[in-house]
C-alpha cells in the first residue's frame, strides 16, 4: 500500500469478505479480532496487534482517513495496485498431491472436462505457467513481478481462471494474496501419519512411468550384432522417479498448525486426505462446493469432478491398505 486509494479499497474488501455487507458498528469483539488479525499481518513489526485492534475498534467508524493513513504508513508492503486476475491457489504440504490437484482443478475448470483429460498436464511445455510456480515459491518473491507474469500468461493462452500451486503458508504468502481482487484458496491437507503416507506414495504413483512404449523412454543402443531399440525403463525410472520421504522422516515442515492458524480472507476450504479412507462422501462434498468458486461452471460438472477425484484417489489408496 502506497496510496491512499489503493489502502482504502483492500481495508473495504477484507471487510466485506469476512462480514458481508453490514455496518462496522454491528461488529462484536471477536469479529473485531478477527478483522485486526487479517489486517495485521499486512503491518510491519512496528505496529503491535493491540494498536491495530485499538484502531479497527475506535477509528473504522469514527476517523476513517486517520485510519487509512496509519495504515499505509505502518505498511510492510509498499504496493501501488490489486492484481485483477481472478485466481486460485491449491496450497499444501510439499509432496502431498498438491501439484496433482493443481493440475486436476485447472483442467476442470479451463477445459470443461472432468474425465481422463482431466489429469493431463496444463500447457505440456509451457514456461510461462512454470516461470509463476518458480517466482511464487521463493522465498520473499515480488510480488509487483507475480502480478505481471499472471497477467500476462492469462492473456497469453486466453485462460478463464489461472491455477496455482502453493506449498509454503506463511505471513508472505498471506500477505501476496491479500493484493488480489478475487482470488479462492484450496487447501489439502495429510492430518494424520496414515494420510502422509497414502501423500507420499500418491505422488511416487503420479510420478513415475508405465509407459515403456513412449519415446521418451525409447533409447538406440549400439552392440557388436548392430543398432537396437532397448526401452531401459527401469533405469529412467530409477532416476527420474521423485518419491518424497520427507513428510513421513520429519525433515519435512509437516506441524500442520499455522495452516489452520494463518488463513486469508478470501473464500477457502481446507480438504483432509484423511476424508479420503474414512468419509470419502465429505471430501466430495468439500470439493464439490469449492468448485462453485469457478466461474460459469455447470452444477452437473462439479459434481463428476468431485466424483472422479474421489474415486481416483480411493484407487491409488487401496494399494497400500493391505
Not at 507475480?146 to 496455482?164: A, G, M, R
Not at 520427507?246 to 489452520?260: G, K, P, R
Not at 481416483?312 to 489408496?317: A, G, I
Request: charged letters at 20%; aromatic letters at 12%.
Amino acid at each position: 500500500m502506497n496510496d491512499h486509494y489503493t489502502a482504502e479499497r483492500l481495508l473495504k474488501r477484507i471487510f466485506y469478505e469476512l462480514f458481508g455487507d453490514i455496518d462496522a458498528q454491528y461488529l462484536s469483539y471477536s469479529d473485531r479480532l478477527l478483522l485486526a488479525g487479517q489486517i495485521k499481518t499486512l503491518m510491519n513489526n512496528t505496529m503491535t496487534a493491540e494498536t491495530v485492534l485499538q484502531y479497527v475498534t475506535h477509528k473504522w467508524s469514527t476517523d476513517w482517513k486517520t485510519l487509512v493513513n496509519e495504515m499505509i504508513a505502518n505498511s510492510e508492503y509498499h504496493i501501488g495496485r490489486v492484481c485483477p486476475v481472478e485466481t486460485i491457489v491449491v496450497a499444501g504440504l510439499p509432496g502431498t498431491g498438491v501439484e496433482f490437484l493443481q493440475r486436476y482443478t485447472f483442467n476442470v475448470a479451463n477445459n470443461g472436462v472432468a474425465d481422463a483429460k482431466s489429469f493431463l498436464p496444463i500447457n505440456e511445455g509451457n514456461y510461462d505457467l512454470y516461470e509463476i510456480q518458480q517466482h511464487i515459491n521463493k522465498p520473499r518473491f515480488d510480488f509487483e513481478h507475480s502480478f505481471q507474469l499472471l497477467e500476462k500468461y492469462k492473456d497469453k493462452h486466453n485462460v478463464k481462471i489461472p491455477v496455482l500451486a502453493v506449498t509454503n503458508w506463511n505471513k508472505h504468502v498471506l500477505n501476496w494474496l491479500a493484493y488480489f481482487k478475487d482470488m479462492s484458496v484450496l487447501k489439502l491437507l495429510p492430518a494424520s501419519n496414515r494420510a502422509r503416507l497414502y501423500a507420499s506414495n500418491l505422488q511416487n504413483k503420479l510420478l513415475k512411468t508405465h509407459a515403456p512404449g513412449s519415446t521418451r523412454n525409447t533409447r538406440t543402443i549400439d552392440t557388436a550384432q548392430g543398432k537396437f531399440k532397448n526401452t531401459m525403463l527401469n533405469s529412467w525410472c530409477t532416476k527420474n522417479n521423485i518419491h518424497d520421504k520427507s513428510i513421513l522422516n520429519n525433515t519435512a515442515d509437516n506441524s500442520l498448525h499455522h495452516w489452520f492458524d494463518m488463513d486469508t480472507f478470501h473464500p477457502s476450504e481446507t480438504l483432509l486426505l484423511d476424508y479420503i479412507d474414512a468419509q470419502p462422501e465429505i471430501f466430495q462434498l468439500c470439493y464439490n462446493h469449492f468448485l462453485k468458486e469457478v466461474p460459469d461452471l455447470e452444477k452437473s460438472l462439479r459434481q463428476t469432478a468431485s466424483k472422479n477425484i474421489v474415486a481416483c484417489w480411493q484407487k491409488v489408496f487401496d494399494q497400500w491398505k493391505t
